[in-house]
């Protein structure tokens, strides 16, 4: 091999390094969106105002439940609840056809379908498509017989885990101390998820104990579960929650977090939030002062 080919062969290998490096560097790191859009996944990445806006918007319906559209398969069902139910517990109809049935019962509220669904949550032969809907609708519809099933199941580490998602989103419908220790033991779950997702279940308990369980996600191990505590405090809203949140931009030293705080007062109400994010306006930290600004177009309207 000549002098001329080896150094050819050697300035492409540069080349390629450079070119890999460049993408390394360049790609969103992290976990996705339901949007499909990258979150910063620690201290120091950068992460646009929109993704946690994204973060910090209401949960996705789509997401919960295996639907990406969040909207109802298009069949011809049933315009009353006697039908409606009849399709559901029909176990010769597609599974679509009966999954589109108790979306339309949770939407109507139609409580008389409140044991059919919880017979078909709790029967494991039943498809687990139906079962997560099932999950979902009884959370509207069901009685305090409905809340203990979901308990059960969110906290049952050998049931299917979107399952115990959806379980456990629904037990944010319940108003009762039984739903809020379910979903304090969810967030000691062994799987973030779980931890995650119950942080967000919390937004609905706008109590003292509600946001005694939140904050304590404060310190999870898990940044994306921090994070979400931190949204939830912004919609939760108040005094309480907004020192909160102050609290937490003045010490941590992650700009992922900082951000989420941020996002958060954004979400928030009040002349104490907008005197939070007015301090960040103008911060030397580009990241920083462009989410406060989004945030306080958000605050202020």
């Given at each position: 091999?000549?002098?001329?080919?080896?150094?050819?062969?050697?300035?492409?290998?540069?080349?390629?390094?450079?070119?890999?490096?460049?993408?390394?560097?360049?790609?969103?790191?992290?976990?996705?969106?339901?949007?499909?859009?990258?979150?910063?996944?620690?201290?120091?990445?950068?992460?646009?105002?929109?993704?946690f806006a994204r973060l910090a918007a209401a949960p996705d319906e789509?997401?919960?439940?295996?639907?990406?559209?969040?909207?109802?398969?298009?069949?011809?069902?049933?315009?009353?609840?006697?039908?409606?139910?009849?399709?559901?517990?029909?176990?010769?109809?597609?599974?679509?056809?009966?999954?589109?049935?108790?979306?339309?019962?949770?939407?109507?509220?139609?409580?008389?379908?409140?044991?059919?669904?919880?017979?078909?949550?709790?029967?494991?032969?039943?498809?687990?498509?139906?079962?997560?809907?099932?999950?979902?609708?009884?959370?509207?519809?069901?009685?305090?017989?409905?809340?203990?099933?979901?308990?059960?199941?969110?906290?049952?580490?050998?049931?299917?885990?979107?399952?115990?998602?959806?379980?456990?989103?629904?037990?944010?419908?319940?108003?009762?101390?039984?739903?809020?220790?379910?979903?304090?033991?969810?967030?000691?779950?062994?799987?973030?998820?779980?931890?995650?997702?119950?942080?967000?279940?919390?937004?609905?308990?706008?109590?003292?104990?509600?946001?005694?369980?939140?904050e304590k996600a404060l310190g999870d191990s898990d940044i994306y579960?921090?994070?979400?505590?931190?949204?939830?405090?912004?919609?939760?809203?108040?005094?309480?929650?907004?020192?909160?949140?102050?609290?937490?931009?003045?010490?941590?030293?992650?700009?992922?977090?900082?951000?989420?705080?941020?996002?958060?007062?954004?979400?928030?109400?009040?002349?104490?939030a907008v005197a939070i994010l007015s301090r960040y306006e103008n911060?030397?930290?580009?990241?920083?002062?462009?989410?406060?600004?989004?945030?306080?177009?958000?605050?202020?309207?």
């Amino acid at each position: 091999m000549g002098k001329g080919t080896l150094t050819l062969l050697v300035l492409a290998g540069i080349a390629l390094l450079v070119c890999l490096g460049a993408w390394v560097l360049g790609r969103p790191a992290g976990r996705v969106t339901s949007g499909g859009e990258a979150v910063a996944a620690g201290p120091g990445l950068a992460a646009k105002p929109e993704v946690f806006a994204r973060l910090a918007a209401a949960p996705d319906e789509g997401d919960v439940d295996g639907d990406p559209s969040g909207k109802a398969a298009a069949f011809a069902l049933p315009g009353d609840q006697a039908g409606l139910l009849r399709v559901l517990g029909d176990r010769s109809a597609k599974t679509e056809v009966r999954c589109a049935a108790a979306d339309k019962l949770r939407q109507l509220g139609a409580k008389e379908s409140a044991g059919l669904l919880l017979e078909i949550l709790q029967d494991k032969s039943e498809p687990l498509s139906l079962r997560y809907k099932a999950a979902r609708a009884v959370g509207v519809v069901g009685d305090e017989s409905a809340e203990a099933v979901l308990a059960s199941l969110a906290g049952e580490q050998g049931v299917d885990r979107h399952l115990r998602v959806v379980s456990v989103l629904a037990l944010g419908n319940f108003g009762d101390n039984n739903a809020l220790n379910a979903l304090a033991q969810a967030e000691e779950d062994p799987d973030s998820l779980i931890r995650f997702k119950a942080v967000q279940a919390l937004e609905k308990k706008d109590n003292a104990a509600g946001r005694e369980i939140v904050e304590k996600a404060l310190g999870d191990s898990d940044i994306y579960v921090q994070a979400r505590a931190i949204q939830t405090l912004g919609r939760i809203g108040g005094q309480p929650a907004v020192r909160t949140i102050d609290g937490v931009l003045q010490t941590t030293e992650s700009d992922f977090i900082r951000i989420a705080c941020l996002t958060a007062l954004g979400n928030s109400s009040g002349s104490e939030a907008v005197a939070i994010l007015s301090r960040y306006e103008n911060n030397t930290n580009q990241l920083l002062s462009a989410n406060a600004r989004a945030a306080l177009q958000r605050v202020k309207q």
